[in-house]
């Protein structure tokens, strides 16, 4: 009888755990179509101007840099709580290639700035890409985390 429970338990748990799986993966594509919906509005509809902001492969490379700094940590840390370290040092990703780019740009202007204002905004527009994926992939790798398991079934 006891055996019998303890299937039973077990093949409740493996369908809830199906079942949080796919919530999981819906809410993460809900996310991203309604994101990349929402930009190609601004862009198509709403006709805002913008070139290839939203593709830069260096700002990926940056924000994705610093989940080193995750591996660097994880003999602090039990595993199920790297996901929320590891979210947090992607958002700090973000900030420092936020602040680099800014540094770039302003290292950059000539005394044409007068003339070309416009280009110096659009350019710290492209410096803030890498907040965008900070918070966009954090908040992802840590929605899909595995959370404390506890086995006393």
Same mark, same amino acid.
């Given at each position: 009888m006891k055996f019998f429970v303890f299937e !039973? #338990?077990?093949r409740f748990y493996l369908?809830? @755990?199906r079942v949080k799986l796919k919530r999981k993966?819906? +809410?993460i594509f809900g996310l991203l179509f309604f994101v990349i919906l929402s930009v190609w509005y601004a862009l198509r509809v709403e006709g805002i101007i913008i070139d290839n902001y939203f593709a830069s492969i260096?700002? #990926? +490379?940056?924000v994705l840099a610093f989940s080193g700094l &995750?591996?660097? @940590?994880k003999? @602090?840390?039990k595993f199920h709580q790297l996901g929320k370290v590891l979210k947090k040092d992607l958002i700090l990703g973000g900030w420092i290639g936020t602040m680099i780019g800014i540094?770039? &740009?302003?290292g950059l202007v000539d005394n044409s700035v007068n003339n070309n204002f416009g280009d110096l905004l659009n350019s710290i527009g492209m410096a803030m890409i890498t907040l965008l994926y900070g918070y966009m992939i954090g908040h992802i790798v840590e929605s899909c985390w595995p959370k404390k398991r506890i086995?006393? !079934?």
């Amino acid at each position: 009888m006891k055996f019998f429970v303890f299937e !039973i #338990l077990g093949r409740f748990y493996l369908k809830v @755990k199906r079942v949080k799986l796919k919530r999981k993966i819906v +809410g993460i594509f809900g996310l991203l179509f309604f994101v990349i919906l929402s930009v190609w509005y601004a862009l198509r509809v709403e006709g805002i101007i913008i070139d290839n902001y939203f593709a830069s492969i260096p700002s #990926l +490379g940056i924000v994705l840099a610093f989940s080193g700094l &995750t591996y660097a @940590k994880k003999d @602090k840390y039990k595993f199920h709580q790297l996901g929320k370290v590891l979210k947090k040092d992607l958002i700090l990703g973000g900030w420092i290639g936020t602040m680099i780019g800014i540094m770039l &740009t302003f290292g950059l202007v000539d005394n044409s700035v007068n003339n070309n204002f416009g280009d110096l905004l659009n350019s710290i527009g492209m410096a803030m890409i890498t907040l965008l994926y900070g918070y966009m992939i954090g908040h992802i790798v840590e929605s899909c985390w595995p959370k404390k398991r506890i086995d006393n !079934i």
